[in-house]
C-alpha cells in the first residue's frame, strides 16, 4: 500500500518512529494510503531545517521570494488534473467541486501572495516639528501552519503562501484525515526552486505532530485553522509561550431571508450555501431564518430543491454532493439528526445515511437534510454540526431576527437576502459576524479580512492581515 512521507530539508522522508495511521477513502471507507504518524523528532528535525533555511530566504528580496510563490502556483495549475483526482479522493467531495473550487483557489492563494510579496510596504508617521517614525516590518522566523480537511490544499495554501510570502521559513501540518494533496505538493516545490528547508512539511496527528509543533519553543507563531475546541487548547498551550497565534475556529452560521428579496437568486444560492461541499464549509449558512410571510414558500421551493440534489460517489460527473469525509463524522451529524427529532424538530427531507451500490456501499453518504420546528436556542441550533443538516425557522420582526442570528457563541460569517439597501445595511452591522454576505455568498476577494468573532477565532487572515499577522513591526523614531 501506498506510504505518503513527510517533506523535510527538501526531501521526501520516512517518519523518525517508523509508525503509519491509516487514510480512508470516504467514497468507499476503505484504507486506501499510509500517513506518517509524525511525532516531536520530525517536528524537530525540521525545525533544524527550518532553522538553516532561515537566513537565506529572508535575505531574499520580496521579488526572488514572489518569483519562486509564482513558480509553485503555476506547477500546482500544470498538475491540475493529478491534484483535483487527489483532493476529491481523499475528501470524498465530487470532482466538479475539487476542479472548480479547491485546487484553483490553491492556485490562486500562491499567485496572489506570489505578488504581495512584491508589493509590500510599511507604514511612516511624521510628527510636526518633532520628527519622523518609520516602521519595518520583518519576518518573525520560523512559523506553525495547521489546517483542517474540509478544504485541504486551499487552506493550507492560504496560511503557508503569505507566511512564505513574507520570509519566514514554515513548519505545515495538513490535516491527518486529508493529507494527500499537501504530499503532493512536496514535488511541486521541489521543482520550485524553493531553497530546502524553507517548507517543511509534517504529517501526523494533532496529539503528537500538531502538539510537538505548537510546544515548539523556536516555531514563534501559529496560524491555525480548525475547530473551537482544539483552538481553545492551542491558545491555552501557546499563550504562556509568548507565541503570535491566528486561529480560524468554527461557526453556525445564520442566512437571514427577509421577503422582499430576489426568490429565484436566493433560493438557488441558499440550496449551495447549506449544502457545498456536503455542508462542510465553515461558511456554509446552517441556520435558515425566514421572514413570516414568506415562509411557506421558501419552505415548498427549498424543500424540492433539496431532496432533488443528487448524492453519489465523488467521480461521478452527476454528483451535487460526495461523500462526508469520514465515518466518526458521519456518525457525528447522524446523531445531531437523531437529537433534532428529540428536540422536536421534524424532518423535512433527508436525515438518513444513504447506501450506494458497490464498490461504494460502504462510504460516508447522508442525503441533505432540512428539519423545521425547531427553537432557536436548542442544542441543534447552537452546536456546530460541519455536515448537509440546516435548520429552517420562521422570523416576524428584524428585531427577532438578528436576536435569533447572534444568540450563539460563534460568528463567522452572515448571508442577508433583501433588496431594502437601508435594512441590508442596517443588520449587516449589527449581526455579530467577522464576514458578512449582501444578497450572495461565498464571494470571495483575497484582499479583504478573513475570520470570526467571538468563538468563531481570533485574528484575521487575507490581504495585509495576514503579511502584518507573519510580520513583527519595528518602529523606529529619528527627531528633527
Ligand atoms: P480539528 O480542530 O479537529 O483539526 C484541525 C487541525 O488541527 C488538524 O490538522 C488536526 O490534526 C490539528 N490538531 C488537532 N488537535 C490538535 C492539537 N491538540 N494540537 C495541534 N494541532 C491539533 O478540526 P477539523 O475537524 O479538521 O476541521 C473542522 C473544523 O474546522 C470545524 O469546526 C470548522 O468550522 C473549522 N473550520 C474553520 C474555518 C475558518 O476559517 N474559521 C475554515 C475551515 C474549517
Known amino acids: 500500500m501506498k506510504r505518503i512521507q513527510n517533506f523535510i530539508n527538501g526531501e521526501y522522508c520516512d517518519p523518525?518512529?517508523?509508525?503509519?495511521?491509516?487514510?480512508?477513502?470516504?467514497?468507499?471507507?476503505?484504507?486506501?494510503?499510509?500517513?506518517?504518524?509524525?511525532?516531536?523528532?520530525?517536528?524537530?528535525?525540521?525545525?533544524?531545517?527550518?532553522?538553516?533555511?532561515?537566513?537565506?530566504?529572508?535575505?531574499?528580496?520580496?521579488?526572488?521570494?514572489?518569483?519562486?510563490?509564482?513558480?509553485?502556483?503555476?506547477?500546482?495549475?500544470?498538475?491540475?488534473?493529478?491534484?483535483?483526482?487527489?483532493?476529491?479522493?481523499?475528501?470524498?467531495?465530487?470532482?466538479?467541486?475539487?476542479?472548480?473550487?479547491?485546487?484553483?483557489?490553491?492556485v490562486s492563494n500562491f499567485h496572489f501572495f506570489a505578488t504581495a510579496a512584491e508589493h509590500v510596504s510599511s507604514e511612516s508617521h511624521y510628527m510636526e516639528g518633532v520628527g519622523v517614525n518609520y516602521t519595518t516590518r520583518k519576518p518573525i522566523g520560523i512559523v506553525g501552519c495547521i489546517s483542517p480537511w474540509n478544504l485541504p490544499l486551499y487552506l493550507f495554501s492560504w496560511k503557508i503562501a503569505p507566511a512564505l510570502a513574507s520570509g519566514n521559513c514554515v513548519i505545515a501540518k495538513p490535516s491527518e484525515i486529508t493529507p494527500y494533496t499537501a504530499y503532493l505538493l512536496g514535488e511541486v516545490i521541489k521543482e520550485s526552486g524553493m531553497p530546502a528547508g524553507v517548507l517543511n512539511i509534517i504529517h501526523g496527528t494533532g496529539q503528537y505532530a500538531g502538539d510537538a509543533i505548537v510546544k515548539h519553543p523556536k516555531i514563534k507563531a501559529i496560524s491555525f485553522t480548525g475547530g473551537t475546541k482544539t483552538g481553545e487548547y492551542i491558545a491555552r498551550t501557546a499563550a504562556p509561550m509568548f507565541k503570535k497565534l491566528s486561529l480560524e475556529l468554527g461557526g453556525k452560521n445564520p442566512n437571514i431571508i427577509f421577503a422582499d428579496c430576489d426568490f429565484d437568486e436566493m433560493i438557488k444560492t441558499t440550496v449551495r450555501s447549506s449544502f457545498a461541499n456536503q455542508g462542510q464549509i465553515c461558511l456554509c449558512g446552517s441556520r435558515i431564518f425566514v421572514e413570516r410571510s414568506l415562509y411557506d414558500k421558501f419552505k415548498t421551493a427549498f424543500v424540492e430543491r433539496v431532496s432533488k440534489l443528487t448524492v453519489s460517489h465523488p467521480t461521478d460527473p452527476n454528483a451535487k454532493m460526495g461523500a462526508v469525509v469520514s465515518e466518526p463524522h458521519m456518525e457525528k451529524v447522524l446523531s445531531y439528526i437523531e437529537l433534532a427529532k428529540q428536540e422536536g424538530g421534524t424532518v423535512l427531507t433527508g436525515g438518513n445515511r444513504v447506501h450506494l451500490e458497490a464498490p461504494y456501499n460502504n462510504g460516508f453518504y447522508i442525503a441533505p437534510t432540512v428539519i423545521e420546528g425547531l427553537a432557536y436556542d436548542c442544542r441543534t441550533n447552537q452546536e456546530e454540526i460541519f455536515g448537509p443538516v440546516v435548520t429552517i425557522t420562521p422570523f416576524d420582526t428584524e428585531e427577532e431576527a438578528l436576536m435569533m442570528a447572534n444568540s450563539t457563541v460563534y460568528g463567522l460569517s452572515a448571508t442577508v437576502w433583501t433588496s431594502d439597501l437601508k435594512r441590508a445595511h442596517r443588520v449587516a452591522d449589527n449581526v455579530q459576524a467577522g464576514i458578512v454576505w449582501l444578497n450572495c455568498w461565498l464571494v470571495r476577494d483575497l484582499r479583504t479580512p478573513f475570520g470570526g468573532v467571538k468563538a468563531s477565532g481570533v485574528g484575521r487572515e487575507g490581504g495585509w492581515e495576514a503579511m502584518r499577522f507573519f510580520t513583527e513591526a519595528k518602529n523606529v523614531l529619528v527627531t528633527f
Open 16 to 106: 523518525q518512529a517508523g509508525n503509519y495511521i491509516d487514510n480512508v477513502e470516504p467514497a468507499t471507507g476503505e484504507v486506501y494510503c499510509l500517513i506518517p504518524d509524525s511525532t516531536e523528532e520530525d517536528v524537530a528535525m525540521a525545525v533544524a531545517a527550518a532553522e538553516k533555511a532561515f537566513p537565506i530566504w529572508s535575505g531574499m528580496t520580496g521579488e526572488e521570494r514572489g518569483a519562486i510563490l509564482m513558480r509553485i502556483s503555476l506547477g500546482i495549475e500544470k498538475r491540475m488534473d493529478e491534484f483535483v483526482a487527489a483532493e476529491s479522493r481523499d475528501n470524498g467531495k465530487p470532482l466538479s467541486l475539487a476542479a472548480h473550487v479547491d485546487i484553483p483557489r490553491a
